[in-house]
């Protein structure tokens, strides 16, 4: 049965327009204004300075799609089966976001939004999942979670030779990914009809691998795996991630050359930690770690008019970000799917004296384990457990276990208690899919079209 129709909560004066940007892979300090010296980001770092830069932001999980599942749907990932880690990569298309289920683009959608999301998907392929079929009412981008930056070719055992998609099409286009992307997000505001407000998701894939920079078209044909693990630099991943900036910084100018910047909620994010050559400092830990370093992103809000420029600690997780901007738009969320996040909006209006938050995390069927309650950690990671006191020991190096037995096990026995109540992670998660049959049955798109040049 469909979804009933989200219905207005208090009357806004005019319902924001939002653009919702998130980076993959970026770590916590590869920003200037969070702390990278090595090179600068003055796109990103004026955004911050005219808006909130939340200094405690954390991501769902600490790999790619599960936290864009809690994105979308404003709820734990691990309520569904294609978000309890990574499966979505090996099981082909049998595992995906529902239709059905509400997200934050369909919501919005049915409020009168126009909605796109350019870039990233990697929430289940074609014929069962999409953008489309999921609220989005167009799409420009990559179905899976990695796709090379010129050939755009997809990642090894892919059925399409490359993945590039306008709505449900495949097309061809030249150009370095990441600017493409700008491109096509610029055209988009350019072009948006004024009588609705937009709701514009924008997804890059920088700066994760293959690592190669705007300048390394030579590099990205000669490779014969994207994952090269051993490739990219210190050097090359500066450029992709000053790209991403420029990228950004293009897509802010076209808000300002038509007009709609003051009417326009900008959100940046990352969907988790850094990753080889990512900077996390003061953090231990990378992305698939659920050390604070896997787990902090780098994470700014702008909407002029409502917010003042201001650094916030409160403490905040992807799947907020659904409630928060339904609140800004004066739209109400699904009832018969009560959203696992919060509205943070209040803390950052002066409402509400900020509040402490109970997160959890859990990663790799189990064998790591994270809450976070008010300023403590509980961390275990295969048989060791730890708590810490991540405000005062950012490092995570001081083990208070034995300093607060009774802290440790309530954490410990909350966590136990929490995860009871969602989807165990089991083999066959990550083998359903997996059989020759169903290998064969994957959806062979019959024509290819040819959209506009960059």
Not at 125 to 146: A, I
Not at 165 to 182: F, K, M, N, S
Request: proline share 7%; aromatic share 10%; glycine share 8%.
């Amino acid at each position: 049965m469909a979804a009933p129709r989200p219905h207005r909560q208090a009357a806004v004066s005019r319902q924001p327009n939002i653009l919702f940007i998130v980076a993959d892979d970026l770590g916590w300090a590869d920003l200037s204004v969070y702390g990278q010296t090595d090179f600068e980001t003055p796109h990103l770092d004026r955004l911050a300075a005219q808006g909130v830069r939340l200094t405690q932001a954390y991501s769902n999980s600490a790999v790619c799609s599960a936290t864009r599942f809690a994105l979308i749907t404003g709820r734990y990932q691990y309520r569904l089966r294609g978000g309890l880690e990574e499966p979505i990569a090996r099981a082909g298309r049998h595992l995906g976001l529902p239709p059905e289920h509400p997200t934050l683009p369909s919501l919005l959608r049915d409020a009168g939004y126009a909605t796109a999301l350019i870039g990233k998907w990697h929430l289940g392929t074609l014929p069962d999942f999409g953008p489309l079929k999921s609220g989005y009412q167009k799409f420009f981008g990559n179905y899976s979670g990695v796709i090379d930056y010129f050939t755009h070719k997809p990642g090894v055992g892919e059925h399409v030779p490359r993945d590039l998609w306008e709505d449900d099409v495949p097309i061809e286009r030249t150009g370095y990914y990441t600017q493409i992307l700008a491109d096509e997000a610029t055209r988009y505001v350019h072009a948006h009809d004024r009588r609705s407000p937009f709701f514009l998701s924008l997804h890059f894939t920088a700066p994760h691998w293959p690592w190669v920079g705007p300048d390394d078209e030579a590099v990205s044909r000669s490779l014969t795996d994207l994952f090269h693990y051993d490739g990219g630099n210190l050097q090359t991943y500066a450029k992709m991630v000053r790209s991403l900036d420029a990228a950004v910084g293009q897509v802010l100018a076209a808000l300002d050359a038509t007009g709609q910047a003051r009417d326009t909620i900008v959100v940046f994010t990352s969907d988790n930690g850094g990753e080889r050559f990512s900077k996390t400092w003061p953090f231990t830990g990378q992305k698939t770690e659920l050390l604070e370093g896997g787990l902090r992103v780098p994470t700014l809000l702008r909407w002029p008019g409502h917010l003042q420029p201001q650094v916030s600690e409160q403490v905040t997780i992807t799947m907020d970000w659904l409630p928060t901007l339904l609140a800004a738009a004066g739209v109400a969320g699904n009832p018969d799917y009560p959203s696992d996040g919060e509205n943070i909006l209040p803390a950052l209006t002066g409402e509400r004296t900020q509040w402490p938050r109970t997160l959890y995390w859990r990663y790799k069927a189990q064998a790591q384990q994270a809450v976070r309650d008010g300023n403590y950690k509980y961390l275990k990671i295969n048989d060791n457990e730890f708590l810490f006191d991540v405000v005062v020991d950012q490092r995570e190096r001081a083990n208070l276990s034995g300093k607060h037995p009774d802290i440790h096990a309530r954490l410990r026995t909350q966590w136990a208690r929490w995860n009871d109540g969602f989807l165990p992670i089991t083999d066959e998660v990550f083998t359903h899919g997996l059989t020759p049959d169903v290998q064969a049955d994957r959806y062979v798109p019959q024509t290819v079209r040819r959209s506009r040049p960059a």
